[in-house]
């Protein structure tokens, strides 16, 4: 399985900016072992999906409404962005539960609108600090899983990728310590194969680094990571994949 390394910009970058982003790293990245997925915003989308239509590398968005169509001003439908020819899309990210209290079941259903316009979630779960602290780690991730792959089909497995992100660990420069990784990661797998009876590729998101990137895909169950910072910079994003292939 190749590596598989997200870049999400979040809410970064104006459409000349991600394109200046964007040369700079194909320039310094001409071909790579590592499955590249670059998450701009809404924005850029439209014409990053145009100018990477026929390369190597993939695209994706960073949310999709839990609403096919209908008054929901602001929101874009997995449909809209699958017309992009979008590939992927983030779904569940922390932030999108901390800030905008998306739920369990709300992404739950947009998993499930993802999976019908045949994009492919990467459906992200973790822990809070004080979560942890309680020794609640694996009770969360247990319940994130379960609730976001309620009546998704067996043979959808090829599609999802899975991402844990400890949230105490996202934009604040602090790593899990190796064995948290592994353990978290080791009972992903585990869940995850109790659901679907397959393998699914999980990705590491905290605070992901040209100088830990290289530890970090050593550890076991870890397939690739979603990162958020260092992508923002061509010569860090560039190293990673370099560090890792």
Not at 41 to 66: E, T
Not at 100 to 124: F, M, W
Not at 199 to 213: C, E, F, R
């Amino acid at each position: 399985m190749k590596p598989i390394v997200a870049a999400n910009w979040k809410m970064n970058l104006t459409l000349l900016e991600s394109h200046a982003l964007l040369e700079e790293i194909l320039n310094q990245s001409k071909s790579t072992d590592a499955k590249v997925i670059f998450f701009p915003s809404f924005i850029s989308l439209p014409s990053i999906c145009d100018k990477l239509r026929d390369a190597q590398y993939a695209v994706g968005g960073q949310n999709i409404s839990d609403k096919e169509s209908g008054a929901y001003t602001g929101e874009i439908s997995a449909s809209m962005l699958q017309s992009l020819n979008a590939h992927y899309v983030i779904i569940g990210h922390s932030e999108r539960r901390q800030f905008y209290h998306e739920n369990d079941s709300q992404i739950n259903d947009k998993i499930l609108h993802a999976l019908n316009a045949k994009l492919k979630p990467i459906v992200c779960i973790g822990e809070t600090l004080q979560e942890r602290q309680d020794d609640e780690t694996a009770l969360v991730l247990k319940r994130q899983l379960t609730a976001a792959f309620e009546n998704i089909e067996q043979n959808e497995h090829h599609n999802i990728i899975v991402a844990y992100e400890p949230v105490w660990a996202i934009g604040t420069g602090q790593t899990a310590e190796e064995n948290q990784i592994l353990e978290a990661h080791k009972l992903i797998k585990k869940t995850l194969k109790s659901i679907f009876d397959n393998n699914i590729p999980t990705l590491y998101g905290g605070s992901v680094t040209a100088d830990n990137a290289l530890s970090l895909i050593n550890i076991d169950h870890v397939d690739g990571f979603l990162i958020g910072g260092a992508s923002l910079n061509s010569e860090s994003f560039c190293q990673i994949i370099k560090n890792i292939t």
